[in-house]
């Protein structure tokens, strides 16, 4: 009989076993009679240290623990869109047929549908020669996805058998294939990937596209790149969830991953009830049909919410490797940062910073370094961008985990308690933020939206910064006694924060605004802007500028000016003109008249 | 099979270490007897054959030696069934109201599991508390999990008693078993839990709290359970009897304060503060309990309190719990002193389910309207005052004037009120649009024109702007002092 592998100590998801010479490295081992999903962690001479992905309670000491031969992997292939998993893999709604609305321990589902048969069409034949990653079928899996099953990147071979197109699901194999070894591998619609492993590209491409958002503050004044990083810091009740849902609603990939980390259950609720009802405007597709979401809730097992980062962008890159511009929002990388150091602490490792474990770094960079934009093995191209969201302690940006993010993301959106106290949403703080990226997408915007948009951008980001400096002197003395040309700087400046920088997520047409219309406030801002300084050098007063309503009504502009109905903008130059040679008319007359 | 073993290895603290013992699970409950009567405890770690218990009384007494330990094979579970409302109980779950035991429909392990997130349904009603500030700003929503973030010496024990008290669901029609409250004392002193004890037997709420008493001279091992008995009951009362139940936690601090004692006794890395790296999840393990579970009529809403040390919200405790639940309730220590009841400090407080479980067919059509202003408005009246601090006031411009006048009121009119005085959402809002009629026009930037037009007519001219709205100013009954000395001034910039 097989010598057995037996649980040694337990200590909440922390368990030993004194044997060693069993389990490899980061292997995924099945623990206790119940067969508890769990990985492999530490090996030394003495024991081999493991974390279980699920509740150890009823755990005993003696209890079987058996490896599996391979790492923690997921299944990819097609059923994954429209579907919402756990930290590792397994879907929650299989998950509750089977044991109801309170998540028991010890389940063992398939990760993905097995029985569903899917419409497939083989695209090769016998003869051909297949290396990793080419494509070797097609399948429809949501109205808006076309799934392509590929060669597991590991495997290559000459194709010796293909099944014809029909219907299979994704245990039956397609296409048979001989390895330059002689041997013959069969491939089926999905295959196993570990997630703590990059899936291998040809090549790193330039990043030269952005991921537009709609979101004004972002595509204008910080711009995230396709294949970009971009971490959003704040405080809690400063909106990052909300600006991630925005962002996986709004953004223009072609896959949105969402990985809700040790986050609230009701907002994964929300998630799956929202765009469960939301149209993609672009598509007139249901928001579902592009999106895969990843919850681990905060009460979940620990293990699994370290383990869920890795499965999200695991399953972002196979996506990518379709061909497809995937986005992944990981809400939050902090819990994710904790559940790391939870489980060093229960190592009794050496902490470094604030309890964190010394490798806290390197597992931040080893996660956003998967991001890019690619060439694919088969010759596709596609992208992966994250954004993280990052909750840091005390709402205080010098903590380990925002620091050491900082050092690896180039898009940094810092969200601010206080402009979220004034409900000024997104909370996006313009002075401590930035972008990256300007060099790189630059080029599009000039081509795409319009020559003028980054030197436009350089305007209102100066101005927003004269305000801030004029507001200190504000704080002390007021507003009356600064010349004219400073109190327009900061009638602009509101103009922008209020009108320009403030989003309503709830507006039907504010919710999402295209960049040509994002072009079009920043020219109408700062002509206005132009137009009110020519008139105070020629004499006219700032408050009656301030009283004939303009100012007003650009703020309003983001409400009036539906998205598809951009000549209006006509009409508000045409209004500056007239508004501004009658009040030159007037200062002009009032000027004689005292004369 | 229960095992029973003679003697112990060695105590520490609240722990106490077992040799040679077979078959222990992890969690499991244990039972030790001595001479003078048993306690319970509960398996904390298991190595070869050793096990760490951790015993819920304490271990004052223990000997190594005349001690019998049966290790039951069973979690820690306690009896529910539907006599729970109108009981009292100790912090681990055992009746202390002379009243003998729970008849049980059902034993369940106090742990509990993680909801599905697939079989949540999204909260998305409200529950009326009778407070304007908090049902017209901070509105509390079924199924929510909303702290109250407070001080040592402010008012959040009366507060919370009159939630209790004033408690509705917005639609007393609506299928389910009715609305009850699960009271759950941690660490407190007796005088509060007599407090909360009297408020409801003299509001005649007895009959429909459940009460979990640990107190402050009570074990704290014992306290880190107390949440836990506390939250199973309310799920069975609210999954299986189909009532709203709302939990009320107090005090959160001194709950994670005996979850740090209890950590440290047992060797582990402390994280910040002394507090273990695991604080995060396991009160997680604690707010995520509360939530709508898709075709069951009941519901888990949990208001949890807690003390910041210092009044400082950035402490793990308040930070941590920030990061859990959907929004919060801050005190403010000064409005406290200015003798503003309840003293919520408006611009902190959020409640982020608000949003969906308001307006039309839930509250008003107008609620997140006059929400939305009161917040921009009161939020200026900061700057306005920093300003007047500076210039004086005499210098402010006509509309900061207003800001002036509008913050005074907002504070004695609007935040202010008895504790006996239960308001309906229809007196707040309305008290809430008599109080932006104060301010010109042009500065309600958060309300549409049309609502506007409503509400005060339509704009002549430009010129009127500044002079005030047409509905008539609320009686300056209380007299607004000056404050010329604002501890918390928030300006609606970004910090630099």
Redesign the interface.
């Known amino acids: 009989m097989e010598k057995k592998d037996v649980i ?5 998801p922390v368990i ?1 076993v ?1 044997r060693t010479d069993s389990f490899r490295m980061l292997e995924m081992v099945f623990v206790g009679e119940a067969g508890l999903i769990a990985e492999v962690i530490s090996v030394s001479d003495e024991k081999t240290t493991i974390q279980v992905y699920e ?8 209890e079987p623990v058996e490896g599996s031969g391979a790492p923690l992997s997921v299944t990819l292939g097609p059923g994954i869109m429209q579907n ?1 998993f756990d930290g590792i893999e397994r879907p ?2 299989i ?2 047929e089977r ?7 010890g389940l063992h589902v398939s990760n993905l549908d097995e029985e569903k048969k899917w419409d497939v069409s083989v695209k090769v034949k016998v003869g051909d020669k297949l290396s990793g990653g080419d494509i070797i079928a097609t399948c429809p899996e949501t109205e808006i996805i076309l799934h392509k099953c590929m060669m597991p990147p590991d495997v290559s071979g000459t194709v010796t058998w293909v099944a014809g197109d029909g219907q299979y699901n994704i245990t039956q194999p397609i296409v048979k294939v001989e390895t330059a070894t002689g041997h013959e591998e069969e491939i089926c619609l999905a295959h196993r990937w570990p997630v703590k492993t990059p899936r291998p590209v040809r090549q790193r491409e330039m990043i030269n596209r952005p991921l537009v958002t709609g979101q004004r503050v972002i595509d204008a004044l910080f711009p995230i790149a396709k294949g970009g990083t971009c971490a959003i810091p704040g ?3 400063t909106g990052k969830t909300m600006t991630q849902h925005q962002f996986a609603k709004w953004s223009d990939a072609d896959i949105v991953v969402y990985v ?1 980390c ?1 986050e ?3 907002e ?3 998630v ?2 929202e765009f469960g009802d939301l149209v993609d405007p672009k598509s007139g597709h249901l928001m579902t049909d592009r999106t895969v979401l990843i ?1 681990n ?4 097992p ?1 293990a699994a919410r370290e383990a869920s980062i890795y499965t999200g962008v695991t399953l972002a890159e196979y996506y990518r490797d379709m061909g497809y511009d995937v986005a992944l929002m990981a809400d939050s990388t902090s ?1 994710w940062a ?2 790391l ?2 489980i ?2 229960r190592l ?1 490792e050496m ?1 470094a910073e ?2 964190f474990p010394a490798y806290l770094p390197s597992r931040l960079a080893g996660f956003y370094e998967r991001a890019g934009s690619t060439r694919n093995l088969n010759d596709t191209e596609g992208s992966v961008s994250i954004i993280g969201a990052v ?1 840091p ?4 940006f010098s903590e380990p985990v925002t620091q050491n993010t900082k050092r690896f993301v180039r898009c940094f959106l810092a969200l ?4 979220a ?4 949403y997104p909370a996006i ?4 933020s930035y972008s990256e990226y300007y060099e790189d997408l630059d080029p599009y915007y000039i081509k795409n939206v319009g020559e003028d948009f980054p030197e436009l951008r350089g305007k209102l980001m100066s101005l927003l910064s004269e305000e ?1 400096s004029l ?1 200190e002197i504000v ?6 006694v600064l010349p004219d040309t400073q109190k327009l700087t900061l009638e602009i400046a509101r103009i922008i924060r ?1 009108g320009f920088l403030q989003q309503n997520a ?1 507006h039907e047409q504010d919710t999402y605004v295209p960049l040509e219309k994002q072009l079009y406030m920043m020219r109408i801002i700062l002509y206005m802007h132009d137009k009110a300084g020519e008139l105070l050098e020629r004499g006219v007063d700032v408050t009656s500028i301030i ?1 004939s ?1 303009l100012f ?1 009504r650009l ?1 309003k502009i983001k409400y009036d000016v539906p998205n598809d109905k951009l000549d209006l903008f006509d009409q508000y130059y045409k209004d500056i003109d007239d508004t501004c040679a009658e009040l030159l008319k007037d200062s002009k007359r009032a000027a004689s008249q005292a004369g | 099979m229960a095992m029973e073993y003679i003697g112990l290895k060695d105590i520490n603290g609240p722990l106490v270490t077992l040799e040679g013992v077979q078959n222990i699970s992890n969690e499991e409950m244990v039972e030790l007897r001595t001479k003078e009567g048993s306690r319970l405890g509960r398996v904390v770690t298991l190595e070869a054959d050793k096990a760490v218990v951790q015993v819920l009384s304490g271990t004052q007494g223990l000997g190594l030696d005349k001690v019998n330990t049966r290790f039951t094979g069973k979690p820690m579970r306690i009896a529910l069934g539907s006599e729970l409302t109108g009981r009292i109980f100790n912090g681990a779950g055992v009746p202390i109201d002379g009243l003998g035991p729970v008849y049980p429909e059902e034993i369940r392990d106090v742990n509990g599991s993680a909801i599905n997130p697939v079989s949540r349904a999204y909260p998305r009603n409200y529950i009326r508390t009778g407070i304007s500030s908090i049902d017209t700003l901070v509105t509390l929503i079924r199924g929510q999990k909303l702290p109250i973030f407070s001080g040592s010496g402010m008012s959040h024990n009366r507060l919370a008693a009159q939630i209790a008290r004033q408690a509705r669901i917005s639609d007393e029609r609506e299928e389910g078993g009715g609305f009850g409250i699960v009271f759950c004392a941690m660490g407190v002193t007796k005088d509060v839990a007599d407090y909360f004890r009297r408020s409801f037997e003299e509001s005649g709420a007895l009959t429909r709290v459940t009460m979990f008493l640990n107190l402050s001279s009570d074990p704290i091992v014992e306290r880190t359970m107390t949440p836990r008995c506390a939250l199973t009951a309310a799920e069975y009362l609210a999954f299986e009897k189909g009532m709203h139940i709302l939990v009320i936690l107090t005090d959160m601090s001194s709950y994670a304060e005996a979850l740090r004692e209890f950590s440290s006794s047992r060797g582990e890395i402390p994280g910040r503060k002394g507090y273990p790296g695991y604080l995060y999840s396991d009160l997680a393990s604690i707010y995520e309990r509360a939530g709508v579970i898709k075709g069951k009529p009941g519901s888990v809403t949990q208001i949890p309190i807690l003390t910041m040390p210092n009044d400082d919200i950035t402490s793990p405790v308040p930070d941590l719990t920030g990061y859990i639940t959907e929004g919060q309730i801050v005190l403010d220590r000064y409005l406290d002193q200015i003798g503003i009841y309840p003293s919520v400090s408006v611009l902190p407080s959020l409640s982020r389910l608000m949003k969906d479980g308001i307006g039309e067919g839930y509250t008003r059509a107008d609620h997140q309207a006059v929400a939305n202003q009161l917040f921009a408005s009161y939020a200026k009246v900061s700057d306005a005052r920093g300003l007047a601090n500076v210039i004086g006031e005499e210098e402010l411009s006509e509309a900061d004037k207003r800001y002036l006048d509008f913050g005074n009121h907002f504070e004695h009119e609007f935040l202010n009120q008895g504790v006996e005085e239960e308001r309906s959402i229809e007196e707040s809002l309305e008290l809430g649009w008599r109080l932006l009629s104060i301010l010109p026009r042009s500065e309600l930037d958060r309300v549409d024109d049309k609502l506007l037009d409503e509400k005060f007519g339509p704009v002549k001219s430009k010129k009127e702007d500044i002079t005030p709205n047409t509905l008539p100013l609320p009686e300056t009954g209380a007299k607004a002092p000056k404050d010329k000395k604002r501890k918390q001034a928030v300006d609606t910039g970004p910090s630099a």
């Open positions: 040694h100590s337990i200590n909440g030993t004194s509740d150890t309670s009823g755990l005993q000491v003696g919402i929650l709604r998950m509750e044991s109801g609305a309170f998540i028991a321990s405080g809690f009740g809700g040790g609230r259950g009701n994964m609720t929300q799956l009830d919850a809730t905060s009460n979940m620990v819990r904790e559940a150091r939870e060093s602490g009794e902490p604030e309890g909750s302690q005390g709402a205080d601010d308690k206080n402009l106290y004034a409900r000024h703080n313009w002075n401590l801030t507001q704080k002390l003395i007021g507003t009356d209020t709830y009283d309503g007003e703020i």
